[in-house]
C-alpha cells in the first residue's frame, strides 16, 4: 500500500525506530521527521543522533527538532517513543489530529516504562494501542488496539514484536483514520495503571527471591539498566536465565569490567564464589 497521507512522525528511541522502519519498508514514510537533539554517547562523549534520526537519513526523510519548522498544511501527527512533552499548540495543528503508538494495551502500563513493567508482571497478554493524544499520559480515546500473547521475551526481543505490531496497526487504519471511518472510544479509566521511569539501582537484585521474579527483573532489565548482584565487592550482571523444575539457572553474566560470560566460565577457580553462586549453575 502505497502512502497518500501527508504527515509527520515524531520519535526517538529504539521502538520508535522500529516502527518507523515498517513503515518506510511498507512505501508508508512520513514526510518529515521529528525527533529530540543529538546526545553525547559512549565513552568519548561524541554527539550522537537518535535512533529515529539515524533511520530517518537512511531513508532520505528530512528530519527536525524545531516545532516552529512544522507547517500547518500536514494532515497527521504520529507520536512513537518521543520523550518529551508535546505543547497543546502541536497537538491541535494538524487537521486529523496526533495519534500515539503505545507498547500496552491501555489503559494498563500508562507511562515511561510499559514494557519492562508488563515483563516485571508475570502477564501473558500485552499489546499496542494507538490513542488519540490529549492533553494527559496516555489518556486520549483509543483508536486501535491489538493483542499480543507473549511468554518468557527478554526486553529488546518484546519491544521488536510490539513496535512491528504497531507499524502494521499505522499502516492499516491511517486511511481509514484521516477519512473519519474510526470513531474512537474512551478508555475506561477506573482500571489504569501507571509505570515509573526506570532508573539504575531498580536492577539490583536479591539472589533470595523467588526464581520467577528474579527471571522477570533479568528479561525486564536487559539490556538496560542491567539485573544485578554484587559478589566480591564487583556488580555482577546477569544477562541470561533460565527456570528448570522451579530453580533459577544463571547462564551467563557479565562482570564488572569484564565481557560478557557463561556462569561456569566466571566461576573457575573461585572458590568463594562458587559457594555463593554456584548453586545457580546448570546441572549435568
Known amino acids: 500500500m502505497k502512502n497518500s497521507v501527508n504527515f509527520v512522525f515524531f520519535g526517538t528511541g529504539d521502538f520508535a525506530a522500529k516502527v518507523l522502519e515498517v513503515l518506510c519498508q511498507n512505501n508508508f514514510a512520513p514526510e518529515l521527521v521529528v525527533t529530540t537533539p543529538d546526545k553525547p554517547k559512549g565513552r568519548k562523549m561524541e554527539l550522537t543522533p537518535s535512533p529515529v534520526k539515524q533511520l530517518a537519513e537512511k531513508n532520505n526523510i528530512k528530519t527536525t527538532t524545531d516545532y516552529s519548522l512544522l507547517a500547518t498544511d500536514y494532515s497527521l501527527f504520529i507520536v512513537a517513543d518521543f520523550g518529551r512533552i508535546i505543547p497543546k499548540e502541536i497537538l ?34 500485552t499489546g499496542v494501542t494507538i490513542i488519540k493524544i490529549d492533553e494527559e499520559v496516555d489518556h486520549g480515546p483509543v483508536v486501535a488496539q491489538q493483542q499480543l500473547r507473549v511468554k518468557n521475551l527478554y526486553h529488546k526481543e518484546l519491544e521488536e514484536q510490539l513496535a512491528k505490531l504497531g507499524g502494521e496497526m499505522l499502516i492499516k487504519i491511517i486511511p481509514d483514520w484521516v477519512v473519519g471511518k474510526i470513531k474512537p472510544r474512551e478508555q475506561n479509566h477506573s482500571q489504569a495503571t501507571f509505570t ?19 527471571a522477570r ?17 564487583k556488580r555482577i550482571i546477569i544477562t541470561e536465565v533460565e527456570i528448570k523444575d522451579s530453580r533459577l539457572i544463571i ?23 562458587n559457594e555463593s553462586i554456584g548453586k545457580y549453575l546448570e546441572m549435568v
Open 251 to 273: 547462564k551467563r553474566v557479565k562482570p564488572e569490567g569484564k565481557n560478557e560470560m557463561p556462569l561456569k566460565d566466571f566461576l573457575r577457580g573461585n572458590r568463594e564464589l
Open 92 to 125: 491541535e495543528m494538524p487537521k486529523h489530529g496526533m495519534i500515539n503508538v503505545h507498547p500496552s494495551l491501555l489503559p494498563k502500563f500508562r507511562g515511561s516504562s510499559p514494557i519492562q513493567s508488563f515483563i516485571l508482571s508475570g502477564e501473558e497478554e
Open 196 to 214: 515509573k521511569k526506570i532508573n539504575k539501582e531498580d536492577g539490583l537484585i536479591n539472589l533470595d527471591e523467588p526464581a520467577e521474579v528474579i
Open 217 to 233: 527483573k533479568v528479561r525486564a532489565f536487559t539490556p538496560w539498566p542491567g539485573a544485578y548482584f554484587f559478589a566480591g565487592g
